[in-house]
C-alpha cells in the first residue's frame, strides 16, 4: 500500500517531547501502527498486544513488561492488557522524563471497567482517523486558516458531485482504499465482523453479537441524523438502556461520534440533541450496501453519504488543529439548521452547510444569516457552503460558496 504522510504525525512528536506518556487512540485498521513505527528506533522499542505470547506475558508480569531498555516503549493495542496502565502510571510518578511511553489502542480507554487508575496529567491523547482525502492528496490540514480569513483561491480543482460520490464511497480505511467495487465492500463487513468477535469482548460484556451488527447498519442509516434512543432501537427487540449500553460501546471502538449542539447563546431556543455520524464514509456505504449507480440520483442518500464524507474530513482537520478548534452543530426550535460549526479557541465561529449539488442561491444562505443577526455577541462570523461547483463567491457580509476541493487546496 502506498504510504500517506499523517497529519497527527507532528503533534505526535511534539507530545512526546512534551509529556511522559501519549496514548494514540483510534478505529483498527486507521493507521495508528503505521504511524506509531515510524518513532521505532534505536531510542524506542515497539511491542504489540495483538501478538499472543508478548500479551501473556503482560498479563502475568506487567511491572516486567513496561520496563524500558530505550528511551521510549511502544505498546500497541494497550486495551487489551489494561493492568499495564497501573504499572505505567506508577513508573511515571517516579522518573517524570517525557516521552517515555508511546501506547496505541483501538479502544476508548476511558471507558474500560477495569481501568480505574487514572493517568490525568502525565498523559496526552491524540485521535488518529481514518485518512483524510488531504492526506491522500498530501495537502496540509490549512482549509480552517483559509475560511477564518476568507482567503480563498478563486477556483480550485474541480470535484463534481460524481467524483465526491466515488471518493466517498472509498473512505479512509488505508486498506480498503486499494480495493474496488465487491472487495471492498467484503473487506469493511469482514472488518465490523473482525472487531465484534474480537475487541468487543474486551470492552464489554455484550454477547448479542447478532443485535449489535443490526444496530451497527442503523447506526450506518442513521449517519448525519439528530439522536434519537427509542428510533433507534426501534427495530431491535432490545431495551432502551441496553440500546445506550450496545452505542457506548461501538463509540468506544470509534465506529460512531457525536457531534454536539452549540447552545452559548440563547439556550431555550437551542435544541440539544446531538448528532451521530459514521467515523468513515466508505464503511458507511458498505453496510447499506449501496452502489454508485443506486444512489447517484437519489438526493437523500447521495446527500447523506457526501455529509458523512465531509464530517469525516472536517472532524481529521479539527483533530489536526491540537485543540485550537472544537466542532458542533446548531439547531433552533424554528428548524433553522448548520450542518456544522467550528469555534476557535479566541471565540471566532465558522459556520459550514454540506450541499450536494453544484449550484448555490442566496436562500442557501438564510439559516447563517439569522444566525448572524441573532445568536452572536460580538464574535467573528464565517458561513460557507462546501458545494460541488468549480468558483470560490462571495454572497455578501463573510458568507461565501466554496468548493469541495478547498477542504484540501
Known amino acids: 500500500m502506498m504510504h500517506y504522510p499523517r497529519w ?4 505526535v512528536n511534539q507530545m512526546m517531547t512534551e509529556r511522559r506518556v501519549l496514548l494514540l487512540g483510534g478505529a483498527r485498521q486507521c493507521g495508528k501502527t503505521t504511524l506509531a513505527r515510524e518513532l521505532e528506533s534505536d531510542l524506542a522499542e515497539y511491542r504489540t498486544l495483538d501478538d499472543a505470547t508478548l500479551r501473556e506475558a503482560a498479563e502475568n508480569d506487567p511491572q516486567g513488561f513496561i520496563k524500558r531498555n530505550t528511551t521510549t516503549l511502544i505498546i500497541d493495542e494497550v486495551q487489551r492488557v489494561p493492568s499495564l496502565l497501573t504499572e505505567i502510571k506508577k513508573a511515571v510518578d517516579e522518573d517524570t522524563t517525557p516521552g517515555q511511553y508511546l501506547l496505541t489502542g483501538s479502544a ?19 485521535r488518529l482517523r481514518p485518512l483524510a482525502h488531504g492526506e491522500v492528496k498530501k495537502k496540509p490540514p490549512s482549509f480552517f486558516e483559509s475560511a477564518f480569513s476568507q482567503s480563498f483561491k478563486l477556483k480550485n480543482a474541480h470535484y463534481d458531485r460524481d467524483t465526491l460520490l466515488e471518493i ?27 472487531i465484534f468477535e474480537r475487541d468487543l469482548q474486551e470492552i464489554t460484556r455484550i454477547h448479542r453479537k447478532k443485535a449489535m451488527r443490526e444496530l451497527m447498519s442503523i447506526l450506518a442509516a442513521w449517519s448525519g441524523k439528530f439522536m434519537d434512543i427509542t428510533a433507534i432501537g426501534s427495530g431491535l427487540s432490545i431495551h432502551r438502556n441496553t440500546i445506550e449500553n450496545y452505542l457506548n460501546a461501538i463509540e468506544a471502538l470509534y465506529l460512531v461520534e457525536r457531534v454536539f449542539p452549540w447552545t452559548k447563546t440563547d ?3 437551542v435544541g440539544k440533541q446531538s448528532k451521530l455520524f459514521l467515523v468513515d464514509s466508505g464503511l458507511m456505504a458498505s453496510l447499506l450496501g449501496w452502489k454508485m449507480d443506486q444512489i447517484r440520483f437519489d438526493s437523500d442518500r447521495s446527500g447523506k453519504l457526501i455529509e458523512t464524507f465531509a464530517f469525516n474530513e472536517i472532524m481529521a482537520q479539527v483533530d489536526a488543529g491540537n485543540g485550537i478548534y472544537e466542532l458542533y452543530h446548531y439547531q433552533d426550535r424554528e428548524k433553522r439548521e448548520i450542518d456544522f460549526l467550528i469555534e476557535r479557541d479566541d471565540g471566532a465561529l465558522l459556520g459550514i452547510e454540506i450541499k450536494a449539488g453544484s449550484a448555490v442561491g442566496k436562500k442557501d444562505f438564510n439559516a447563517m444569516r439569522w444566525f448572524q443577526d441573532n445568536q452572536l455577541k460580538g464574535q467573528p462570523f464565517i458561513g460557507i457552503i462546501l458545494y460541488s461547483g468549480e468558483f470560490s463567491v462571495s454572497f455578501g457580509n463573510n458568507l461565501w460558496a466554496v468548493p469541495f476541493g478547498s477542504l484540501w487546496s
Open 108 to 126: 476508548n480507554i476511558q471507558t474500560l471497567p477495569t481501568v480505574k487508575e487514572s493517568l490525568a496529567g502525565r498523559i496526552a491523547k491524540i
Open 8 to 11: 497527527q504525525k507532528s503533534t
Open 168 to 194: 466517498a464511497f472509498r473512505g479512509g480505511f488505508p486498506e480498503a482504499t486499494t480495493l474496488e467495487g465487491n472487495g471492498r465492500k467484503r473487506w469493511h463487513i469482514d472488518y465490523i465482523e473482525a
Open 267 to 269: 439556550y431555550a431556543r
